[in-house]
């Protein structure tokens, strides 16, 4: 297993030999960690996910080397390919030439993001943030519009109110499950609280349908949604380039990065108004929902 010079960490001018070298020594190593008594249940079940991940997807690289066109039969008819990420430095050129050959995504559920331009994540962050702000606020009316004055006068706004475990145990006691299960759902929801967003109660009276007369409305409840829940939104990776900027390249006050942010989703809003307008054969009844 190990190299001239004693040391599976060496030089190897062959990536996949090494790969299956180092394959070995991780699921040892994760074998021996997940039989490790000393560590707790949960740290071992850890090592135990990463062991039967590294493992099934060694296998699936195997099929790649012995059979590629049974390999990328089955590949292109899913959106995700399992891959093993590596510093060595020959791994970001294996798993580009194993991406495509796999011809991942073809014919997928992810084949329209790849090849229509205008599918929602070929476009640009403001654009992306704007749909959601619309269809957040939208969803929200859909689902809760009379309910929120109820929740407001229960909860108030902003203001953290503890749910009962009784309350937990009820709704778990009606789902068909296994006790495994409902101890990690039980596990994921202590401490659970309910609270009313703040940003909600600027959506009384609130004009539901995207167009240019209703623009500021959605840009002004959305920007104090992405405050409200990501106050530091501006470092983000997505917002690199505004903070990274030729404009800002001797740095920035916060309230400049995000003020740059805002006016984009702001322009990225009107067009999307704009747009529905054009494609309307009618006015739009407030209360419509955009699809």
């Known amino acids: 297993m190990l190299d001239s010079g004693g040391s599976i960490c060496g030089p190897d001018p062959d990536y996949v030999s090494w790969m299956e070298k180092v394959i070995f020594v991780d ?9 490790y008594s000393v560590l707790s249940d949960k740290e071992r079940a850890v090592w135990r996910v990463f062991h039967d991940s590294i493992e099934a997807t060694s296998r699936l690289i195997d099929l790649y080397k012995q059979d ?27 798993n580009r030439r194993f991406f495509r050959s796999s011809s991942s995504g073809e014919q997928s559920l992810c084949f329209n ?21 619309i269809s957040t606020i939208n969803l929200t009316l859909d689902c809760s519009r009379d309910k929120l004055p109820i929740w407001a006068n229960i909860y108030g706004y902003g203001v953290k109110h503890e ?4 309350e937990i145990e009820a709704t778990l006691a009606k789902i068909n499950c296994s006790d495994e299960k409902k101890q990690k759902l ?42 409200e829940e990501m106050p530091e939104f501006h470092l983000r990776p997505e917002w690199e380039k505004y903070r990274n900027g030729r404009k800002y390249a001797n740095g920035a006050k916060k309230g400049a990065v995000q003020h740059a942010i805002f006016k984009d989703i702001l322009v990225a809003l009107k067009t999307i108004a704009g747009a529905k307008k054009r494609r309307s054969k009618g006015p739009t009844a407030v ?4 699809p």
């Open 27 to 35: 699921l040892a190593t994760c074998s021996d960690s997940y039989d």
């Open 186 to 227: 039980r596990d994921e929801h202590k401490g659970a609280f309910r609270m009313l967003p703040k940003w909600t109660k600027g959506l009384k009276n609130f004009q539901q349908s995207i167009a240019p007369r209703t623009v500021l409305s959605y840009w002004r409840i959305g920007k104090e949604m992405i405050l």
């Open 163 to 166: 749910v009962d475990p009784a």
């Open 68 to 94: 590629v066109l049974l390999f990328r039969k089955v590949a292109r008819e899913l959106s995700f390919l399992p891959c093993l990420m590596s510093w060595h430095p020959d791994a970001e050129a294996f």
């Open 113 to 133: 993001s790849r090849h229509n331009a205008s599918h929602l994540a070929s476009q640009s962050c403001p654009v992306r943030y704007a749909y959601s702000i």
């Open 287 to 290: 209360g419509g929902h955009d």
